[in-house]
């Protein structure tokens, strides 16, 4: 599409007020056309030329750049070139936002080059460089906090007559550098008349932490408003209160995340007592004619998808049920060890073109069998039979009355989305695929089956396009390949295309909803990220994965404490996820400082299970920090021998051979690839800016140190402690980021502290 067509399709998405209006756009002649709002006046840059603004035209124009970006974001669409040349005012005093030549959609990613060379004000792939935020310079992205952080400058303008960073001497490279370490000049002692209120908006505006700014136009507007009325200023031109966002973002959703979480973590709170927990088994596979494993366990994952569907009942996932219980004939032992009241087994027989199975429902407490049934169906359409067995076991339970569910439950969209019109081959692809993933979640980490898994799930995806479930594991396949340092913010695209696709197709998908978080968590928009958490803690709140992902999120905030916390929770909901809460928890130890902690839980975790990458590797990291470089040395190219591209080994490995004075092979290790999949992940680009602390490459260790913390990881306590920093810690730009680092996170700690007590 030609890019005029593009800005004009996009802008004619906004119809408000502040936003000039396209009203149409086409083609004659082969050449492209628009037809646009004349809007007589002019641009906010000749104001600002004039000198100060007084307050009511700074709250005035303020106030309605933020209603049009607010009428912009809600339609999912970034303006990336907001500036005082791009906004009309008429002689009415209404302000106009115009020339949305570069917008996107907010959900796209940017992958353009370094910053154009020229004067201050070039401009790049990504907006006028004087007007860019800070993280536009180092991750390529754009979102709706860069646009509000050049409203930001626009109002330090309008306030000052003065951008806030930029001088005439400057070239493109140093306003870069100055955008990013540059204190911002202190407005209170330039301007000691403006009203610290107003001085306020503009500082969050300009923090150099986007996650520290406003989140939403909408706030930035109503900010503006308030102090309008208290200085009795008439804000001519503004429309009448816009439409906030969905129920989802008003100010209850934007702390329900925490609150739902906080409600499991308080002490007066208790766990659901065990009564209500129920665990469903893979099916055994018996009979003459051979069964696929993954046949027992795609059954035994529908049939605990079904049950999930009722708020009171807690359901063990039979994915993360350890082989070694599978085969138990003891009910109590198996309750015992996944804390189940209740246990779903069966059989399943493939013969002669038939599919037999037999189900029972078991009591963990009285070790007796409460009831059952057997199905009877056709085998040519498996995941059909599936929900035909999973509705007879429901009903049957809930009539039994066992447990507190109905007979008709409310259950998930996912499970009438056009499953039994898969033919036969895709059918034995998708639970192949579900399979592999699941073999790679709960246990080898290797991007062998990985891969195939992709493979599989790619090919379902392309001949049945709208089966959900395929789109929500192909998300994941895809999102866990960049977890683990296979690839980088290609896939990453890939991912999240797939995971809203199934979204689309089933709003009601919690795994897609889950991952989705991930990739908003590696794409630093943590505040989606914990809305999404925010759902699913309300919606899934026995599922383990949740909890997985708060404890990440609350250890990427810094939160350490809480964060062991809910991963205890996580652990508590399924004790079958422990090497992974023993590896997250063992980390946690570490950023606090505690070695025979995280010790103690590596060996836990090892001792379940003794070749789990993840746990590996952390052991690697807990000797590296203790100077045992030989075995730390020894651990992590064991990790990297077994699976050469898991990436995000390599900086610590660098690390240790850097220190060994294996120099040239650490900066081996450093190569494109690491340094690509690094700029997808916060905590990988951690891991590569210490390698460069460690390394003395102070320029290098600066740069990915912004880009973690942009990208969402705001872990200061570690940060501030990180011995391997120590060569590097009085630069002065580091130093700086430090220390801004730890003043937003008083902020974010103090809120945590007020719901978590």
């Known amino acids: 599409m030609l890019p005029l067509i593009e800005e004009a399709r996009l802008a004619s998405a906004i119809d408000h007020p502040n936003v000039c209006t396209v009203f149409d756009v086409g083609e004659t002649e082969g050449r492209p056309y628009l037809v646009m709002q004349y809007v007589s006046g002019k641009p906010l840059s000749d104001y600002i030329q004039s000198g100060p603004l007084p307050l009511p035209l700074v709250l ?5 750049i933020a209603s049009g970006l607010a009428a912009a974001h809600r339609r999912g669409i970034l303006h990336r070139d907001l500036k005082p040349a791009n906004v009309m005012v008429t002689e009415e005093g209404l302000a106009k936002i115009l020339d949305f030549g570069l917008a996107r959609r907010a959900h796209g990613f940017e992958t353009g080059g370094p910053v154009d060379g020229g004067t201050g004000t070039t401009d790049t792939p990504f907006g006028t460089t004087a007007y860019m935020a800070p993280e536009q ?28 960073f930029w001088s005439e001497v400057m070239d493109p490279a140093q306003m870069a550098h100055a955008i990013q370490s540059r204190p911002l000049p202190d407005l209170r002692r330039q301007r000691p008349e403006l009203d610290p209120a107003l001085v306020a908006i503009i500082e969050r505006l300009l923090a150099r932490d986007p996650h520290a700014r406003y989140q939403q136009a909408t706030e930035v507007r109503d900010a503006l408003r308030s102090l309008a009325r208290a200085h009795d200023v008439d804000l001519h031109g503004i429309p009448d209160e816009l439409p906030v966002f969905a129920a989802a973002q008003t100010d209850d959703a934007r702390t329900g995340f925490f609150t739902a979480i906080a409600e499991r973590l308080l002490p007066a709170r208790q766990p659901v007592l065990p009564e209500n927990a129920i665990v469903v088994l893979p099916f055994e596979r018996v009979g003459a004619e051979v069964v696929p494993e993954y046949y027992g366990l795609a059954l035994a994952e529908t049939i605990a998808t079904r049950l999930a569907g009722f708020s009171d009942l807690e359901v063990r996932s039979p994915r993360l049920v350890p082989a070694s219980l599978r085969a138990s004939v003891n009910p109590e ?14 059989d399943i027989i493939r013969e002669a073109g038939r599919i037999h199975v037999s189900w029972r429902l078991l009591s963990a407490t009285h070790q007796s069998v409460l009831t059952g049934g057997s199905v009877d169906s056709s085998a040519d359409q498996l995941v059909a039979v599936q929900h035909e067995i999973s509705d007879e076991i429901v009903t049957a339970i809930a ?45 080898s980490s290797h991007e062998e089956d990985l891969l195939q898994a992709r493979a599989m799930f790619e090919r379902v995806t392309k001949r049945a396009p709208d089966f959900a479930p395929a789109h929500a594991s192909l998300g994941i396949a895809l999102t866990r390949y960049v977890r683990f340092g296979f690839a980088g913010v290609t896939d990453l695209i890939a991912a999240q295309r797939h995971l809203e696709r199934a979204l689309q197709l089933d709003p009601g998908n919690i795994e897609a909803k889950l991952y989705r978080a991930y990739t908003m ?10 809305r999404d958490v925010q759902y699913l803690v309300k919606s899934a709140p026995y599922d383990a994965e949740v909890y997985l992902v708060a404890g990440i999120i609350l250890h990427l905030d810094g939160l350490l404490g809480p964060s062991i916390q809910t991963l205890s929770m996580a652990l508590r909901t399924n004790p079958t996820i422990a090497p992974r809460v023993y590896n997250l928890r063992a980390r946690v130890y570490i950023y606090q ?3 025979e902690e995280a010790r103690a839980e590596i060996d836990r975790g090892l001792a379940v299970e003794p070749g789990h990458t993840l746990l590996r590797t952390t052991s690697g990291v807990w000797h590296l920090r203790h100077g045992e470089l030989a075995t730390a040395t020894e651990l992590l190219e064991g990790v990297v021998r077994d699976d050469p591209n898991l990436r995000l080994v390599h900086p610590t490995l660098a690390i240790a051979y850097w220190q060994d004075g294996r120099r040239d092979e650490a900066l081996r290790l450093m190569n494109e690839e690491t340094l690509a999949t690094a700029s997808a992940d916060c905590e990988m680009a951690y891991r590569v800016a210490t390698f460069y602390a460690v390394s003395r490459n102070e320029t290098e260790a600066l740069h990915w140190l912004r880009r973690s913390i942009y990208l969402g990881n705001h872990n200061a306590p570690w940060f501030l402690a990180n011995p391997h920093w120590e060569a590097v810690r009085d630069h002065p730009d580091i130093r700086r980021t430090l220390d801004e680092l730890a003043e937003n996170q008083r902020q974010y700690h103090e809120r945590w502290r007020r719901l978590l007590g």
């Not at 005035?60 to 309605?64: D, K, L, M, P, V």
């Not at 310079?137 to 007559?161: H, K, P, Y």
């Not at 969209?413 to 056009?418: D, K, L, T, Y």
């Not at 968590?521 to 914990?530: D, F, T």
């Open 60 to 64: 005035s124009f303020s106030a309605q």
């Open 137 to 164: 310079f180092v991750t390529r992205r754009s979102s709706e906090q860069t646009d509000l952080w050049a409203l930001g400058v626009i109002m330090f303008e309008m306030v000052n007559a003065h951008h806030p």
């Open 333 to 346: 032992q198996i309750g015992r060890a996944l804390s189940a009241s209740f246990i779903i087994s069966g």
């Open 399 to 443: 009539e039994a009355g066992h447990l507190p569910i109905v007979a008709r439950p409310v259950l998930r969209s996912s499970e009438a989305v056009g499953e039994a019109d898969l033919p036969p081959d895709l059918v034995e692809d998708y639970l192949g695929g579900r399979a592999l993933l699941n073999s790679q979640i709960t246990r």
């Open 521 to 530: 968590l590696w794409r630093g928009e943590k505040e989606k990220a914990r």
């Open 593 to 595: 400082q505690k070695p």
